[in-house]
């Protein structure tokens, strides 16, 4: 996705207004930030909050109302298999700098 003008003013309003309005913190630099920010406007009680979620959805070609972040896998899926092939049997998992660490 192209980060325009228009994206970047709609981006800056809108993270302004989920500021005030739900008390939720996004930065711009987040990796996540349009996905976090369309999520919370959909739990917005604003009108013209959620017409500016609807816009930046257009802008950035995602679906408004339905989680944009990853395709959904079934449980045969060969990118689960892999995964879970690595994983010790007995490990506990912790979160390092938005990886996971098997102990």
């Known amino acids: 996705m192209e980060l325009n003008r228009e994206v970047l003013d709609c981006m800056m309003s809108l993270r302004r207004r989920l500021r005030e309005e739900l008390t939720v913190d996004i930065r711009m630099s987040q990796p996540d930030a349009i996905n976090s920010m369309l999520s919370a406007?959909?739990?917005?009680?604003?009108?013209?909050?959620?017409?500016?979620?609807?816009?930046?959805?257009?802008?950035s070609d995602r679906p408004f109302g339905e989680p944009a972040s990853t395709p959904r896998m079934q449980a045969g899926h060969p990118l689960l298999v892999e995964e879970n092939a690595h994983r010790p049997s007995s490990a506990s998992v912790r979160m390092y700098r938005g990886q996971r660490v098997y102990a």
């Open 41 to 59: 406007c959909l739990t917005s009680s604003s009108e013209e909050t959620r017409q500016l979620g609807q816009l930046l959805a257009q802008y």
